[in-house]
């Protein structure tokens, strides 16, 4: 009999190993799992890596009262399959046993065997003794919200009335809401279309173009994907080129563009023959800007290159509106992303924050007098949003900052911060800055 020679389990073990250890983001480690399986196996070993990752504060505290001492960094896949198996057990309805079993198969295959007694053991022990293992894990913080602890005190210092609220929320995996395309058709057209090809979809609550589905599904099966009807996009994110209102004539500029999420929207908002500069300082994500401008048929000046560096890039010739899609904690956006509760430190907000207000500086300097400048990011922590806008608002007597839409968020400085799951969107901060034309 032929033996396997990997599994779903064993694979997902080897993509969160790195993750847990806070080296790699799932982006980078879930390509290999998913080549080494068949495709009828992706779903389920996307589920097992996102679902551990999102509970996985909580499985942990779990697991350390079930090990008698900890395991070295060397074993960290064997970590990752104990993790795997404790969700199996908790959260999925995987009966125990299978979990068990399986677990100590993906250790067999992990190349570990002396180590399937003590995964069986420890599974076992968890199996019978659930109840009161996650009563005791939940006594801590971590536990409690499944998120590390220094995430935790951060929000609740920025958000005291909130943060209970938004660690739920980021425990909840996000909808696959998607962007009609305002050029090809009409947001009710489109929802008749899916519904004809049996795909359940509703209007978002806003903005007018966002549409949540009830499940997510292969975007090459969306009615009009290819053709560049439709794209995926979270509705706090698709704000962006609707407070960003652009004028015949403009000269734009989308300051970190890719992967293009925002840059296609501008354009399809924008008057004809806009002139759109999309630059970015990493090639390989601007090669993504470029297939999906490709997909909706829409053209951009695409310029690989470092905003804080313009005499490398820029003709001097100034932009009537920027959009800085600042790089950030993505603490809003956890719901889709929990490998950030690994990845990220407390130590990276403040040298994100300073990386921002220099990248602000150096956007604002390419602004035309009477322009626009649109500051957005997918965090929700003070220090990356409402502390650099207010920061720069001192410093620069030109600027000013002005009115958005009172229904977006809520008002925080001198912009408006959405928390992650407030009508269903992912956290995102927006301020919109005007130079004056003097
Ligand atoms: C939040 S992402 C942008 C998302 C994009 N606006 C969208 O909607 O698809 C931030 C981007 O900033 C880029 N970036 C970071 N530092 C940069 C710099 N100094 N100059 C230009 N781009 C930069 C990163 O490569 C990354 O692609």
Not at 238 to 262: F, I, N, S, T, Y
């Amino acid at each position: 009999m032929n033996r396997p020679r990997t599994s779903v389990r064993a694979e997902a073990a080897r993509a969160l190993a790195p993750v847990l250890q806070g080296q790699a983001s799932l982006n980078t480690t879930l390509p290999a799992a998913l080549a080494a399986l068949p495709s009828r196996d992706h779903g389920l070993l996307q589920a097992l890596c996102y679902g551990t990752l999102r509970h996985g504060p909580r499985l942990q505290s779990v697991l350390e009262q079930l090990l008698k001492r900890p395991l070295p960094a060397s074993e960290a896949p064997v970590h990752a399959a104990l993790l795997l198996g404790i969700y199996q057990i908790n959260e999925m309805r995987v009966p125990d046993h299978a979990a068990v079993t399986e677990t100590v198969q993906a250790v067999r295959l992990l190349g570990r065997p002396r180590l399937t007694g003590m995964v069986n053991g420890v599974l076992r022990n968890f199996s019978r003794d659930s109840k009161t293992l996650l009563n005791r894990a939940t006594q801590d913080p971590a536990g409690e919200h499944a998120h590390p602890r220094w995430l935790i005190e951060s929000l609740q210092q920025d958000w005291p009335q909130e943060y209970t609220q938004i660690l739920a929320a980021n425990n909840q995996p996000g909808p696959m809401t998607l962007r009609i395309n305002g050029r090809r058709t009409t947001r009710e057209a489109w929802l008749t279309r899916a519904r004809e090809a049996g795909i359940e979809a509703t209007p978002a609550q806003s903005p007018d173009m966002a549409v949540k589905l009830a499940s997510a599904m292969d975007v090459n099966a969306l009615p009009g994907f290819t053709e560049g009807e439709v794209s995926v996009q979270d509705a706090a994110a698709q704000w962006a080129a609707l407070l960003l209102v652009v004028e015949p004539g403009m000269r734009v500029l989308d300051a970190c563009a890719a992967p293009g999420g925002k840059t296609g929207h501008l354009l399809e908002r924008a008057p004809d023959g806009t002139e759109v500069l999309a630059l970015d300082a990493d090639a390989a994500r601007l090669a993504r800007v470029e297939d999906n401008l490709q997909r909706l048929g829409l053209p951009a000046q695409l310029t690989c290159g470092d905003l804080a560096q313009p005499q490398d890039w820029w003709d001097d010739r100034p932009f009537d509106r920027i959009l800085l899609d600042a790089p950030c904690s993505g603490t809003g956006v956890i719901r889709r992303h929990p490998d950030i509760k690994y990845l990220r430190r407390a130590s990276d907000i403040p040298a994100l924050a300073a990386r921002q207000a220099e990248l602000l500086a150096a956007a604002w300097s390419l602004l035309a007098p009477g322009g626009q400048l649109l500051y957005a990011t997918c965090s929700i922590f003070h220090a990356e949003n409402r502390e650099i806008i207010e920061a720069f608002l001192a410093e620069h007597s030109e600027a000013s900052s002005l009115t958005l839409p009172e229904t977006l968020g809520q008002a925080c400085g001198p912009g408006r911060q959405i928390l992650p799951g407030e009508q269903d969107m992912d956290g995102f901060f927006y301020a919109l800055l005007r130079r004056s034309s003097a």
